[in-house]
């Protein structure tokens, strides 16, 4: 399939929920030139029935009260929440016409009561970046192609991509010259599993952790 436009594309993001437009605008902030997938018409399905349609989208506690809601797993956070914690999250859709605010139990919502407002501060998000979003695509196969095998083009493949496709995610980058190809497929029904990765390389991934996935790429 065709990286975006034509263009070359930097890093590829599978999934268009609440993480992957997170992920899909950070690495755009950052300067990468970004795709991102989704299966469904649209970005932030999920977003859409939480919070019984309100959104709750964190909690005002502090960071020891916050992690102990992970139990005891939870301290695997310490390192992601002090590099982007609540503040900065509600910094982020506050720039980008989000307003919140905190109810009892220190749930924060937006003001409007409305998660569609989420949804479209993402949204805003992305259009920030220059985020290329395709919709209607679902991505059923992911294959590292040596450079012999190729893809029939000179177009370079992603330096990195993520699956963010709901239970299943999963992160890793392409070393060297090894290539990445995405195949097209159809839409599967509700409660299929989202994504497979299939091995086309006996290269390991340095840094990658893959232990919720039903194939290692």
């Not at 991102?36 to 399905?45: A, F, H, I, R, Y």
């Not at 964190?58 to 139990?71: D, K, R, V, W």
């Amino acid at each position: 399939m065709s990286w975006g436009n034509g263009n070359d594309t930097d890093v590829l993001v599978i999934g268009g929920g609440a993480a992957g437009m997170m992920a899909a605008g950070s690495a755009a902030g950052s300067g990468a030139r970004t795709l991102l997938l989704e299966k469904t018409g649209q970005c932030g399905n999920k977003i859409l029935v939480s919070g019984k349609t309100r959104c709750n989208l964190t909690n005002a506690g502090e960071l020891p009260q916050f992690i102990s809601m992970y139990g005891p797993n939870g301290r695997f956070l310490h390192s992601t929440f002090s590099r982007f914690f609540r503040d900065e999250l509600l910094e982020l859709l506050r720039r980008h016409g989000l307003e919140t605010k905190s109810e009892r139990g220190g749930r924060v919502f937006p003001v409007s009561d409305n998660a569609a407002d989420v949804v479209a501060a993402l949204q805003r998000y992305l259009q920030a970046g220059h985020v290329t979003l395709r919709t209607d695509v679902s991505v059923t196969d992911i294959r590292a192609l040596s450079p012999e095998e190729g893809d029939g083009t000179d177009r370079p493949a992603p330096a990195a991509f993520e699956l963010q496709t709901g239970a299943r995610s999963l992160r890793a980058r392409g070393r060297g010259r090894q290539r990445w190809r995405g195949q097209r497929g159809a839409q599967g029904d509700k409660g299929q599993e989202p994504a497979q990765a299939r091995a086309r390389s006996e290269r390991g991934r340095p840094g990658a952790q893959m232990h919720d996935v039903t194939h290692l790429v």
